[in-house]
């Protein structure tokens, strides 16, 4: 099938800063929160510590990125390596670090798009004022980010603010939310959740106001779900959980406002934010110019009415198999016909293609997909060798969904899956791998850190080279 996807097409891979940077303290970075979580498993897993090390073999990583043949290359920056104490004096080398990096990718024709924001607030800041909780976190991101865009703006013209606000904000642990009063916690969460999206409007509105031909969006996490009938509270359950967890932040970003289902759900909970004068001005104006989405699975639900037995808030409550509360319960259930991967990803190329329909027809804004990939425990053979057919496969499987997409008229600028090298997973350390590159380290054994071209390397090497065309 000639001309798959158009000429012009972003081609990449992607990585978050904490997941493969290492030198956690080098260079004068101060301390985030992904690196006081990781700690806590330093015992049982590797940690940010080290990680894939990229801090010391940048250049050799480059250079496999040129060999693979990236167009683009999705990665973050760390907020504490550029302002260590997130609000105080910038740091040279952490701005010389970028950089040299930025500088090096586009001498090997790589373009930069970068993440300010990847799950790691500089922990200063909740030492502070307990980070998003307090208005003043969100005036010391846009500062961060006007920093980033007057230092690296000439070169890098592709910007997502934040990754995955939408699922961030449910895990307690990556908004430092120690509250156990589910009441009081979801308060405190639904003020970071609002104070992340005016820290997202300012940021957006400095983007379009400092970097020449700058494009600024989100990177949401996303999914759809099924429902596990064709009963209508099933299909509304459905429906609503993608609603609840990920429309109402990409309508925030677009419209400036909660979609009115989410104020109920805000009212009715009595947790509403505190919103200050002027905020509506600050949303209307820091509209999305796309979206970037991540996408590894899909979900399916049925309908659970409530009964004062469930916990309430918008948590994620995988143990209870409830996940919100809104408008009835809404149970996980297992789709009978996907296949799961080991770690439980129910795999579903045909949900991409629904979720790619469904983003471009809400918003009719481009999309790119800056992360996409499956997690499995790679084997190292003994002639230093990875086969991996199932990444391959699914890699394969999406691809073709990205294509019957593009044909079904959706603006898909771009595909950049997770991960271009293996990197530190947030529960599973490195015994999940999503690689294209093999990094040569254990949890506890950091053994020589070699790079390893996996089989799906060379598989995505020509998928690049030939445009798609040879999937
Ligand atoms: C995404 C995150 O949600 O999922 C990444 O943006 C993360 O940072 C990826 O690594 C895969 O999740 P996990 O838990 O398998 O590493």
Redesign the pocket.
Known sequence: MADRFPKDFLWGASS?AF?IEGGWDEGGKGMTVADHNSFKRSHKQADSKVASDFYNHWKEDIALMKELGMKIYRFSLSWARIIPDGDGEVNQQGIAFYNDVINCLLEHGIQPFVTLY??DLPYALVEKYNGWEDRRCVYAFERYAKICFGQYGDRVKYWQVI??QN?MIRVDERMNINEADPLKADRIRAQMDYHMFLAHALASKACHELVKDGKVGPAV?STCTYPLTNKPEDVWAARMNDCMKTVYCLDMHYYGRYPGYYMRYLNERGIVPVMMEGDEEILKHGRMDYIAL?Y?RTLCASYLPADGSHPVGMRVYRGNEVDFDQYGYCRDEKNENLAASE?GAQIDPMGLRIVLNDYYSRYHVPLIIT?NGL?MGDELTADNQVHDPYRIDYIKGHLKACSLAIQDGVDLMGYSP??FMD?L????GFK?R?GFVYVNREDMDLKDLARIKKDSFYWYQNVIRTNGEEL
């Open positions: 978050s997941q990847h799950f990754n995955e699922l996490s991540n590894y770690y992360e997690g997770w991960s990197l997973s947030s529960h599973q999940k999503y």
